[in-house]
């Protein structure tokens, strides 16, 4: 009994020891966490109910910015919201099953060449802020040296060049086709990495039971294996298309021309850092991140494991 006795005391020993070890490295995260994500959630929805200007002590003013929210301010509810849901629908959407077609058909290649149009198609998400000035700024230059002016002129299929970010009917196209262009971040990663790590027997399997081509084995094997990283990358995606203000201000300034490429990022930044009004920037902000929220659960009931 009494040997009995020490085997649990030491078993209790040895799991409180490995929960502290479990804590402390868990330590660092928590503390990033804490400093850099929850204070700042918690700092802003405080702020939300205030009128805050960055210089004199913030005012309590209860609902009136979300009031003013939604019943005055003309340019969001005309512009921003809709402009922020065609951008997160054909981006957010659209990129996510272009990352899942290109992380499919690279996955098909031998590992040399899949390695590298992996690195060409993932690096426009880690260089969209210099080529905005290097590539697309040239691109849709508004004279005749623009690059798609001059083409354009060459084909016939224009007489005078167009100011492409000047002009309200391109501006939003022209965020959304750049937005697309660099969608490929580390949700694409990470389907490339769900595809590779596919059971292979089971591909043997199905052709044994009368799978017939790569389309059905995708269908019926590819995605059911690899669901945690489709979650991943939807919910990557729905918060990169939310949260990515960086195109229309690189390519036209904040605000843009008549508010035509003018997301709820940028009128935060907008709101917060141009005039100063940071109590009503920070109920924005709020609003942003339960539509991201709100997202982000949709992506999860579509795609978490069932029990």
């Not at 990470?190 to 084995?217: C, H, P, T, V």
């Not at 294996?225 to 201000?249: C, D």
């Not at 109920?283 to 539509?291: H, M, P």
Request: charged share 10%; hydrophobic share 55%.
């Amino acid at each position: 009994m009494a040997n009995n006795e020490k085997k649990q005391k030491s078993n209790i020993r040895k799991r409180e020891n490995s929960n502290w070890n479990g804590y402390i490295f868990m330590a660092p995260y928590a503390v990033i966490f804490l400093i850099f994500i929850l204070v700042p959630v918690i700092l802003a929805v405080i702020l939300s109910f205030t009128n805050f200007n960055a210089i004199q002590f913030p005012s309590f003013v209860g609902f009136l910015n979300y009031i003013t929210l939604i019943t005055s301010d003309e340019v969001f509810m005309q512009f921003v919201l809709p402009n922020t849901v065609v951008y997160a629908v054909v981006v957010g959407i659209g990129g996510y099953i272009l990352s899942f077609v290109l992380a499919w058909a690279l996955c098909n290649l031998t590992k040399g060449p899949r390695t590298i149009f992996a690195l060409i198609l993932y690096s426009p998400s880690m260089t969209v802020g210099v080529a905005m000035t290097v590539l697309w700024k040239v691109i849709f230059s508004g004279d005749q040296t623009g690059l798609l002016n001059s083409w354009l002129i060459s084909l016939g299929l224009i007489n005078e060049p167009i100011i492409w970010l000047v002009d309200v009917r391109y501006l939003l196209p022209i965020v959304i086709v750049i937005g697309l262009w660099s969608s490929m971040g580390i949700g694409f990663l990470s389907m490339i990495a769900g595809i590779l790590n596919s059971d292979e027997e089971l591909y043997e399997a199905a052709a044994i039971d009368g799978i017939k081509n790569r389309f059905q084995e995708m269908i019926y094997i590819t995605v059911p294996q690899m669901k945690p990283q489709m979650l991943f990358a939807a919910v990557m995606a729905v918060v990169g298309a939310f949260q990515n203000g960086l195109i229309s201000t690189q390519l036209t300034g904040n605000p843009s021309p008549g508010y035509a490429a003018q997301l709820i990022v940028n009128h935060i930044e907008d709101y917060g850092f141009l005039r100063y009004e940071m109590g009503y920037a920070a109920a924005v902000s709020v609003v942003l991140l339960l539509i991201v929220q709100i997202f982000s659960k949709g992506a999860n009931a579509l795609l978490a494991e069932k029990d």
